[in-house]
């Protein structure tokens, strides 16, 4: 099994401390083989095997714990009388008010307890009625590029990164598309399946959606409309000229549901100016590129847009909040913080003129504080500092070890 430690490293703190560790994130992203790397860790310090339980709950073998009261009896079943058990629970969403099960054995028992999921279940807003200051949580991604490099690396060999990210941009970071050396349709193939599920089992299923001919046609536009700002009244007004009524908070539900699936993110606009968040005119970012590839087909025209979404997907992976910096007629891309750090980030896939260099610097050069400042490109450029703004290759970024 190949390693993620960053997401390792995360979890050991809290082993063992009185805590649900959740791990959230979209389906297939690799959060079942994070507890198995937990696990093995676990046996590593020591813990023997029978004392480390798990439950995969989109296996059949546990399809008869429905609910909070099965779910409690069958870890009752597996207590032992000497030591702490360690409790996995993969997918745990499935099971009717989990949370309440997992509260009650952590009051009755000596046990440890990790836990999975992939939708709205597992929001912090869902789950703080029985769990309140007693779990915490960590937001799994797909690979991110470095990880996708090691991945590769296992099956094929690996070429200089800046000739890898295009690749990795095409394939996205789905672990299951990187264990062996697929092609792009069979890639597209994993992802469309990974998309369906998400799409129908948290989202149309859990939700009784009825209108699914009109809830695929907003993921296409979204999809289509990836780091661009956009309202529900575009949406709404673009499904009327297509002879689709739809009013607009019909729209703003949908995409909330596809949010709390993790397959979407908002990323809202922040006035530089007025140090305020803005509430219209946000954009959305994909989980992953592959999911527009693998659902609208491939387009050249869209590789600026995709690489925007990957540099925002590595800011929330290093624990940034992320947004659109808005200064006067100006937009800086990405405004991210974290604590007391903040950078300012401008992503351009090329700049091949004067009037496109000015664009891309001038909103930076305009920020007159001390945070780090980037401009990111793909095309060739002498790297440097000009006036406090670094110019990098978004593949040496998305490498780096800090942005700081």
């Known amino acids: 099994m190949i390693e993620r430690p960053s997401y390792l490293q995360q979890l050991l703190p809290y082993i063992d401390a009185p805590l649900v560790k959740i791990l959230t994130g979209v389906r297939r992203c690799g959060k079942s083989s994070i507890l198995e790397l937990l696990a093995e860790e676990l046996k590593r310090r020591g813990i023997p095997e029978e004392?480390?339980?798990?439950?995969?709950?989109?296996?059949?073998?546990?399809?008869?714990?429905?609910?909070?009261?099965?779910?409690?009896?069958?870890?009752?079943?597996?207590?032992?009388?000497?030591?702490?058990?360690?409790?996995?629970?993969?997918?745990?969403?499935?099971?009717?008010?989990?949370?309440?099960?997992?509260?009650?054995?952590?009051?009755?028992?000596?046990?440890?307890?990790?836990?999975?999921?992939?939708?709205?279940?597992?929001?912090?807003?869902?789950?703080?009625?029985?769990?309140?200051?007693?779990?915490?949580?960590?937001?799994?991604?797909?690979?991110?590029?470095?990880?996708?490099?090691?991945?590769k690396g296992e099956y094929a060999s690996v070429s200089a990164p800046k000739d890898e990210l295009m690749p990795y941009l095409q394939s996205g970071g789905f672990p299951a598309v990187h264990l062996r050396p697929y092609g792009r349709e069979?890639?597209?193939?994993?992802?469309?399946?990974?998309?369906?599920?998400?799409?129908?089992?948290?989202?149309?299923?859990?939700?009784?959606?009825?209108?699914?001919?009109?809830?695929?046609?907003?993921?296409?536009?979204?999809?289509?409309?990836?780091?661009?700002?956009?309202?529900?009244?575009?949406?709404?007004?673009?499904?009327?000229?297509?002879?689709?009524?739809?009013?607009?908070?019909?729209?703003?539900?949908?995409?909330?549901?596809?949010?709390?699936?993790?397959?979407?993110?908002?990323?809202?606009?922040?006035?530089?100016?007025?140090?305020?968040?803005?509430?219209?005119?946000?954009?959305?970012?994909?989980?992953?590129?592959?999911?527009?590839?693998?659902?609208?087909?491939?387009?050249?025209?869209?590789?600026?847009?995709?690489?925007?979404?990957?540099?925002?997907?590595?800011?929330?992976?290093?624990?940034?909040?992320?947004y659109i910096g808005k200064m006067a007629d100006r937009e800086i891309n990405f405004v991210a913080t974290r604590q007391n750090d903040r950078i300012y980030v401008q992503v351009s896939r090329e700049i091949t003129t004067e009037t496109t260099a000015q664009r891309e610097y001038a909103g930076l050069l305009n920020i007159r504080d001390n945070y780090p400042k980037y401009v990111l490109r793909t095309d060739a450029f002498a790297e440097g500092n000009y006036e406090g703004v670094k110019t990098i290759h978004i593949a040496d970024f998305l490498l780096m070890a800090s942005f700081d």
Not at 277 to 298: M, S
């Open 186 to 322: 069979e890639i597209y193939t994993i992802v469309r399946d990974i998309y369906n599920s998400a799409l129908f089992r948290d989202i149309v299923q859990r939700n009784k959606i009825r209108r699914v001919e009109l809830l695929e046609r907003i993921v296409k536009f979204t999809f289509d409309h990836v780091g661009k700002t956009f309202s529900a009244k575009a949406i709404s007004d673009y499904l009327k000229s297509q002879q689709r009524k739809v009013d607009v908070e019909t729209v703003y539900n949908y995409l909330s549901l596809l949010e709390k699936a993790y397959i979407l993110y908002r990323c809202p606009r922040f006035d530089l100016q007025g140090k305020e968040i803005l509430k219209t005119q946000e954009k959305f970012y994909l989980v992953d590129p592959a999911l527009k590839y693998a659902v609208l087909g491939y387009q050249p025209t869209s590789v600026a847009a995709m690489l925007e979404n990957l540099v925002y997907l590595e800011l929330r992976r290093r624990g940034y909040e992320v």
């Open 51 to 151: 004392r480390i339980i798990s439950f995969r709950f989109d296996s059949l073998q546990y399809d008869a714990i429905k609910d909070y009261k099965a779910l409690y009896q069958a870890i009752a079943a597996r207590l032992i009388a000497q030591g702490k058990l360690y409790v996995f629970l993969d997918e745990v969403q499935e099971v009717i008010e989990w949370e309440r099960a997992v509260n009650s054995i952590m009051v009755d028992f000596d046990v440890d307890v990790y836990v999975t999921g992939s939708n709205s279940r597992m929001l912090s807003s869902e789950i703080s009625t029985y769990l309140t200051g007693r779990y915490v949580s960590i937001h799994v991604l797909p690979l991110s590029f470095a990880e996708y490099l090691r991945f």
